[in-house]
């Protein structure tokens, strides 16, 4: 790392998928923009960490991980460090490899997500020339379990027609519903419900003007729709029918489902936009933890100090405008509040689920309404054919909202993901594993507007990307007073019209 400007138009704190993407389109529109991370990789809680790094992360001790950052530190400085090379802590069990180049075989999603086929994400990556650095594969299945079993989420007429997820006399009803879905145009009022007004009606209200149930109209909502509670239902129905709309046409794109995942993981995805930011001329910089944010006498940013990370000498540069993951501002109440806890469990599988006909991937959601519960719970799973693991391995992650973080024993929120999953009561198969985390959620407090600090939202518990592409949208018009269009690279748009 050579020197710093002086001076940037942005500088972004945390190397998060959100502040990534945010990076990537500033540098792209030109802008000068700094990143800084306190890590030493990119991702923070959007990261993919290797099998050795994951048991560093959750099963050494704070002792351990001090002294090993103490005997790299000694090491990169040519210090003696003795003579033992070992990790301070325990390693993986020897089916997950022996030495680093096996263990780098893992590439292991701390906050596992999958993208929208035609979603905002998939549209940015494909706009700001991203897809020429990530390959994007197809996810296996959507399911939504009913009866203790899962079920594929139908998306069209002819699947509804066949469908076991709702009863014969539903099925009629779904297919008039998915057929409005397939057809609707805003600008042509043949393919418009009469009776329905997209900004005047509630969601509750749409969904009666077609018959449907609670139950068929609970899973549309939560399988295509996305919504992680039923607080959607009161309001208006045009974004509900915006996002099974984009459901509907994300599984057009390929068919088995809507979904797509990285080749390697999703730390993928925020090293590509920080690369793409780079192209453009922004600078990078990681082991640099925050020091300060400076504001003038009016109280607006000015700019932020850190340490050099080669030389740790203190560093201040100008800047109007900071953009940072909430995690920087723990205990500041004025800037973030908690807005929940989230628990998630990452597992080591030797099997996929049952149910599934052996699908190398899926995204599985059980409804709160079956549950007894008000939020949801989401499964993934991915395995190999990501180059995600090992041949014989897959990795599964389980995560719903706490809802009773005082109980003591808060896995047991997550046990009828485990239940799906072949773990019941804390089964695990030979060669398997679980990694069970409590996550705090937090919001900003303000906007940002008055001091032009901007501070991004935690992630949730959903397996897919569209409330963080959300909060990129949100956080750019926010910035910039208008909202975010990515207009497609120059040289993208060449090499499409060369290949037609």
Not at 287 to 292: A, G, I, K, V, Y
Request: charged content about 25%; glycine content about 8%; hydrophobic content about 35%.
């Amino acid at each position: 790392m050579g020197d710093f400007n002086e001076e940037y138009d942005v500088v972004i704190v945390g190397t998060g998928l959100t502040e990534c993407i945010l990076s990537g389109v500033f540098g792209a529109e030109g802008k000068k923009v700094l990143n800084i991370d306190q890590n030493s990789y990119y991702g923070r809680r959007s990261a993919s960490l290797n099998v050795m790094e994951m048991w560093k992360k959750f099963r050494w001790s704070d002792e351990q991980r001090r002294v090993e950052a103490e005997r790299t530190k000694a090491e990169e400085e040519g210090k003696p460090v003795g003579a033992s090379a070992t990790p301070t802590g325990p390693e993986p069990p020897a089916a997950f490899g022996k030495k680093p180049s096996e263990w780098n075989q893992w590439h292991i999603s701390l906050v596992p997500k999958f993208l929208m086929a035609d979603g905002e994400l998939t549209n940015i990556l494909h706009k700001t020339g991203v897809t020429r650095y990530i390959d994007l594969l197809q996810v296996g299945g959507s399911y939504v379990v009913k009866g203790g079993l899962p079920y594929r989420v139908p998306s069209t007429r002819m699947e509804a027609m066949t469908s076991s997820l709702v009863s014969s006399f539903q099925k009629y009803y779904m297919q008039n519903f998915l057929q409005f879905i397939a057809n609707y145009k805003e600008d042509d009022k043949s393919t418009h419900k009469k009776g329905l007004n997209l900004d005047q009606n509630t969601m509750r209200e749409a969904y009666k003007l077609f018959s449907l149930d609670a139950w068929t109209s609970g899973f549309i909502g939560h399988a295509m729709a996305l919504y992680v509670d039923d607080s959607y239902l009161d309001r208006p129905a045009r974004e509900p029918i915006e996002r099974i709309i984009l459901y509907v046409r994300s599984m057009a794109r390929f068919g088995k489902s809507p979904y797509i995942f990285p080749l390697h993981g999703l730390g993928e995805l925020p090293e590509r936009f920080s690369f793409l930011s780079a192209v453009y001329g922004g600078t990078y910089a990681l082991n640099t933890p925050l020091q300060e944010i400076l504001f003038d006498d009016s109280g607006v940013v000015c700019g932020v100090r850190f340490p050099h990370p080669n030389t740790k000498e203190e560093v201040t540069v100008k800047t109007k405008k900071v953009i940072a993951d909430p995690s920087y501002f723990l205990g500041q109440d004025k800037r973030i509040r908690q807005v929940g806890k989230l628990i998630r469990a990452i597992c080591i599988l030797t099997h996929p689920i049952e149910g599934t006909e052996n699908a190398d991937s899926a995204q599985i959601i059980i409804p709160a309404s079956i549950t007894k519960r008000r939020n949801d719970i989401y499964i993934s799973l991915v395995s190999s054919a990501f180059n995600v693991c090992p041949k014989g391995f897959y990795l599964a992650s389980v995560s719903t909202i706490l809802e009773d973080p005082d109980s003591g024993n808060p896995h047991a929120e997550l046990e009828p993901g485990f239940d799906r999953l072949g773990l019941g009561s804390g089964r695990l198969g030979r060669d398997e594993e679980k990694f069970i985390q409590v996550v705090d959620l937090f919001e900003p407090v303000e906007d940002g507007t008055k001091d032009h600090v901007y501070i991004s939202k935690s992630y949730d518990a959903s397996t897919h990307f569209e409330t963080c592409t959300d909060d990129v949208k949100d956080i750019y018009k926010r910035v910039e007073g208008k909202d975010l269009v990515i207009e497609q690279r120059k040289d993208e748009q060449q090499e499409q019209a060369d290949e037609s």
